[in-house]
């Protein structure tokens, strides 16, 4: 069985993965949906509809058609492959605004922002096998005309503008919002997840999410640890052979 799409995206460990899900309202492990974080008031179902879509996660090889000659039980070989031997790191997030809406990203300059960086390069490249070259209406939705000139390089080679030189980590938490829904954005949830931020993110695994059919919401196949541990999501049929 094949999904439509497969990604590549880091699954933020404790105390980040329950707040972030509730805030999204949908746990992409099993696409329920979820309440949110106790004592939150409801906030606008705009804010979060985007990034619900694609559950709570960093992007390390964006979402991608499988290549000709491949399958999802070849992805999960080579996923399992890549995790092997890799040394669970620590890395310091901040809450902030990014190209219009709201994420957590990593503290510039610390240890753990180097390592993620190397991680996402080596997903972008060990993974490219599986990609499917992009389709020119694919390449259209990243609007490639308001792009920086770094970014458009990425996009033609890579299939996603922002990745290596031009890579940014961030763990989506709005869509894109107007100034003042960016404003009560930023301070709803620096009210309430400000404590989590005392604590670095845990990085120890990287995660393959699909996307069943087009239009469908991301769900979790299967997360691979660096120590050895594998967990199954509800799409691990997807990579199954």
């Not at 196949?221 to 691990?236: E, K, L, M, P, Q």
Request: glycine residues 10%; charged residues 20%.
């Amino acid at each position: 069985m094949q999904a439509h799409r497969y990604a590549i995206y880091l699954a933020p460990a404790e105390p980040y993965r329950t707040f972030g899900s509730r805030w999204l309202g949908r746990d992409a492990d099993t696409g329920a949906a979820l309440s949110l974080p106790r004592g939150m008031a409801p906030r606008p179902a705009d804010w979060v509809r985007a990034p619900a879509h694609y559950g709570l996660h960093a992007t390390l090889k964006p979402p991608f058609r499988l290549a000709d000659g491949t399958d999802g039980a070849m992805l999960d070989a080579a996923a399992r492959r890549f995790v092997r031997g890799r040394e669970t790191f620590d890395a310091p997030l901040t809450l902030r605004g990014l190209r219009g809406f709201i994420a957590w990203c990593l503290e510039a300059g610390s240890d753990g922002a180097h390592r993620m960086h190397g991680l996402a390069d080596a997903c972008v490249r060990e993974f490219e096998p599986f990609r499917a070259p992009a389709t020119a209406g694919e390449l259209s939705k990243r609007r490639p005309d308001r792009l920086a000139a770094g970014e458009r390089r990425m996009l033609e080679a890579w299939g996603y503008p922002y990745v290596f030189e031009t890579f940014v980590f961030h763990i989506t938490l709005t869509g894109m919002l107007d100034a003042a829904d960016e404003r009560a954005a930023l301070a709803r949830l620096s009210a309430a997840c400000g404590p989590l931020l005392e604590t670095p993110l845990h990085v120890d695994g990287i995660s393959i999410f699909v996307q069943p059919k087009p239009g469908a919401d991301f769900i979790v196949a299967r997360h691979y640890g660096f120590t050895g541990s594998i967990s199954n999501g509800a799409g691990a049929a997807y990579l199954d052979a």
